[in-house]
Protein backbone atom coordinates (compact mmCIF):
# COMPACT_ATOMS: atom_id res chain seq x y z
CA UNK A 1 0.00 0.00 0.00
CA UNK A 2 1.96 3.41 -1.07
CA UNK A 3 1.52 5.97 1.34
CA UNK A 4 2.68 9.81 1.13
CA UNK A 5 5.76 10.48 3.21
CA UNK A 6 4.38 13.13 5.45
CA UNK A 7 2.07 10.61 6.33
CA UNK A 8 4.76 8.46 8.18
CA UNK A 9 5.00 7.81 11.74
CA UNK A 10 6.92 6.08 14.47
CA UNK A 11 6.12 2.09 14.41
CA UNK A 12 5.33 1.81 10.83
CA UNK A 13 6.89 -0.57 8.88
CA UNK A 14 7.89 0.20 5.14
CA UNK A 15 9.02 -1.70 2.80
CA UNK A 16 12.08 0.43 0.93
CA UNK A 17 15.25 -0.92 -0.40
CA UNK A 18 14.43 -4.34 -0.65
CA UNK A 19 13.72 -4.66 2.88
CA UNK A 20 11.37 -3.78 6.11
CA UNK A 21 12.17 -1.22 8.10
CA UNK A 22 10.54 -0.50 11.34
CA UNK A 23 10.07 3.66 11.57
CA UNK A 24 12.11 4.72 14.98
CA UNK A 25 11.68 8.30 14.63
CA UNK A 26 10.57 10.99 12.12
CA UNK A 27 10.45 14.73 12.15
CA UNK A 28 8.78 16.84 9.52
CA UNK A 29 10.70 20.10 8.33
CA UNK A 30 10.04 22.98 6.36
CA UNK A 31 13.03 24.97 5.81
CA UNK A 32 12.94 28.59 4.77
CA UNK A 33 13.99 28.05 1.29
CA UNK A 34 12.89 24.55 -0.79
CA UNK A 35 10.29 21.82 0.01
CA UNK A 36 9.34 20.11 2.91
CA UNK A 37 10.51 17.20 3.94
CA UNK A 38 10.44 14.43 6.73
CA UNK A 39 13.57 12.97 7.72
CA UNK A 40 12.89 9.26 8.44
CA UNK A 41 14.85 7.33 10.83
CA UNK A 42 14.68 3.45 10.24
CA UNK A 43 15.33 0.41 11.51
CA UNK A 44 15.87 -3.29 9.28
CA UNK A 45 13.64 -5.87 11.31
CA UNK A 46 15.89 -8.28 9.77
CA UNK A 47 19.57 -7.44 9.93
CA UNK A 48 18.75 -4.43 12.64
CA UNK A 49 20.80 -1.97 10.79
CA UNK A 50 19.61 2.06 10.88
CA UNK A 51 18.92 4.18 8.42
CA UNK A 52 18.35 7.90 7.76
CA UNK A 53 16.21 8.87 5.25
CA UNK A 54 15.33 11.97 3.92
CA UNK A 55 11.72 11.66 2.19
CA UNK A 56 10.10 14.97 0.35
CA UNK A 57 6.81 16.07 0.97
CA UNK A 58 5.44 14.88 -2.72
CA UNK A 59 7.22 11.03 -2.36
CA UNK A 60 5.22 8.03 -2.08
CA UNK A 61 6.78 4.81 0.30
CA UNK A 62 5.48 1.30 0.17
CA UNK A 63 3.53 0.88 3.51
CA UNK A 64 4.13 -3.41 4.23
CA UNK A 65 0.92 -5.07 5.35
CA UNK A 66 1.47 -7.33 8.05
CA UNK A 67 -0.56 -10.23 9.41
CA UNK A 68 -1.26 -10.35 13.05
CA UNK A 69 -1.79 -14.09 15.12
CA UNK A 70 -2.28 -14.58 18.30
CA UNK A 71 0.11 -18.15 19.12
CA UNK A 72 0.01 -19.89 22.65
CA UNK A 73 3.67 -20.65 23.86
CA UNK A 74 4.10 -24.35 24.51
CA UNK A 75 7.61 -25.45 24.96
CA UNK A 76 11.48 -24.66 24.97
CA UNK A 77 13.40 -27.56 22.43
CA UNK A 78 16.95 -26.49 22.78
CA UNK A 79 18.10 -22.89 21.15
CA UNK A 80 14.10 -22.62 19.81
CA UNK A 81 10.42 -22.11 21.14
CA UNK A 82 7.89 -23.49 19.94
CA UNK A 83 4.11 -21.63 19.74
CA UNK A 84 1.04 -22.62 18.46
CA UNK A 85 -1.67 -21.05 16.16
CA UNK A 86 -4.84 -20.43 18.00
CA UNK A 87 -6.52 -20.10 14.41
CA UNK A 88 -5.38 -23.76 12.73
CA UNK A 89 -3.51 -25.41 15.22
CA UNK A 90 -0.14 -25.46 13.14
CA UNK A 91 3.17 -24.72 15.15
CA UNK A 92 5.67 -22.68 14.64
CA UNK A 93 9.58 -22.88 15.92
CA UNK A 94 11.59 -19.60 16.67
CA UNK A 95 14.94 -19.20 18.26
CA UNK A 96 15.15 -17.50 21.09
CA UNK A 97 18.01 -15.10 19.94
CA UNK A 98 15.36 -14.18 17.06
CA UNK A 99 12.99 -13.73 20.17
CA UNK A 100 15.39 -11.89 22.69
CA UNK A 101 16.40 -12.68 25.87
CA UNK A 102 14.38 -9.37 27.61
CA UNK A 103 11.14 -11.38 26.55
CA UNK A 104 12.01 -14.90 26.82
CA UNK A 105 12.45 -14.29 30.41
CA UNK A 106 8.46 -13.96 30.37
CA UNK A 107 7.30 -16.93 28.92
CA UNK A 108 5.88 -19.14 30.44
CA UNK A 109 3.11 -22.27 29.60
CA UNK A 110 0.32 -21.55 27.19
CA UNK A 111 0.80 -17.57 27.56
CA UNK A 112 -0.72 -16.16 24.32
CA UNK A 113 1.34 -13.73 22.29
CA UNK A 114 1.08 -11.48 18.90
CA UNK A 115 3.46 -12.82 15.83
CA UNK A 116 3.43 -10.32 13.00
CA UNK A 117 3.89 -12.13 9.83
CA UNK A 118 4.76 -10.82 6.16
CA UNK A 119 4.62 -13.05 3.63
CA UNK A 120 4.05 -15.93 5.78
CA UNK A 121 7.88 -14.95 7.37
CA UNK A 122 7.31 -14.27 10.78
CA UNK A 123 9.14 -10.36 11.47
CA UNK A 124 7.91 -9.89 15.17
CA UNK A 125 6.43 -10.67 18.35
CA UNK A 126 5.01 -8.79 21.13
CA UNK A 127 3.93 -10.25 24.59
CA UNK A 128 1.50 -8.87 26.70
CA UNK A 129 1.36 -5.66 28.73
CA UNK A 130 1.75 -7.38 32.00
CA UNK A 131 2.48 -10.68 33.14
CA UNK A 132 2.23 -12.45 37.11
CA UNK A 133 4.80 -13.75 38.55
CA UNK A 134 5.64 -15.11 41.66
CA UNK A 135 8.08 -14.06 44.80
CA UNK A 136 10.21 -16.71 45.59
CA UNK A 137 12.70 -15.19 47.61
CA UNK A 138 13.07 -12.24 49.64
CA UNK A 139 14.02 -10.41 52.69
CA UNK A 140 11.49 -10.96 55.35
CA UNK A 141 9.05 -8.35 56.70
CA UNK A 142 9.49 -5.99 59.19
CA UNK A 143 6.69 -5.54 61.25
CA UNK A 144 5.84 -1.29 61.44
CA UNK A 145 7.91 -1.08 57.79
CA UNK A 146 4.78 -0.88 56.13
CA UNK A 147 5.15 3.32 55.58
CA UNK A 148 8.48 3.20 54.34
CA UNK A 149 8.07 4.45 50.64
CA UNK A 150 11.67 2.16 49.33
CA UNK A 151 11.47 -1.37 48.33
CA UNK A 152 13.29 -3.97 48.88
CA UNK A 153 15.07 -6.74 46.49
CA UNK A 154 13.00 -9.98 45.38
CA UNK A 155 13.48 -13.21 43.16
CA UNK A 156 10.71 -13.66 40.80
CA UNK A 157 9.65 -17.05 39.35
CA UNK A 158 11.29 -16.81 36.67
CA UNK A 159 14.28 -15.83 37.78
CA UNK A 160 14.53 -12.03 37.47
CA UNK A 161 15.66 -9.61 39.77
CA UNK A 162 13.05 -7.14 40.85
CA UNK A 163 12.05 -4.47 43.86
CA UNK A 164 8.78 -4.79 45.39
CA UNK A 165 7.07 -3.30 48.55
CA UNK A 166 8.56 -3.98 51.79
CA UNK A 167 5.05 -5.55 53.17
CA UNK A 168 5.47 -8.78 50.48
CA UNK A 169 6.82 -11.89 51.41
CA UNK A 170 7.92 -14.88 49.87
CA UNK A 171 4.73 -16.90 48.10
CA UNK A 172 3.06 -13.72 46.79
CA UNK A 173 1.89 -13.46 43.42
CA UNK A 174 2.68 -9.48 41.87
CA UNK A 175 1.74 -8.19 38.69
CA UNK A 176 5.05 -7.32 36.46
CA UNK A 177 5.52 -4.55 33.05
CA UNK A 178 6.99 -6.70 30.18
CA UNK A 179 8.06 -3.41 29.03
CA UNK A 180 10.04 -1.81 32.01
CA UNK A 181 10.11 -4.98 34.13
CA UNK A 182 9.30 -3.52 36.94
CA UNK A 183 6.98 -4.09 39.98
CA UNK A 184 3.39 -2.58 39.13
CA UNK A 185 0.68 -4.12 41.47
CA UNK A 186 -0.12 -7.26 43.82
CA UNK A 187 -2.31 -9.77 41.78
CA UNK A 188 -5.30 -10.52 42.75
Do not use: C
Not at 6 to 30: A, C, D, F, R, S
Not at 166 to 175: A, L, Y
Amino acid sequence: MKINANTIKPGMILEYQNGLWTVVKTEHVKPGKGGAFAQVEMKNLVTRTKLNERFRSDDTVERAVLEQRDHSYLYEDGDMLVFMDQANYEQISLSKEWVGEDQVRYLHDGMVVVIEFHDEKAIGMSLPDTVVLEVVETEPTVKGQTASSSYKPAIASNGMRIMIPPFMGTGERIVVSTETGEYMKRAD
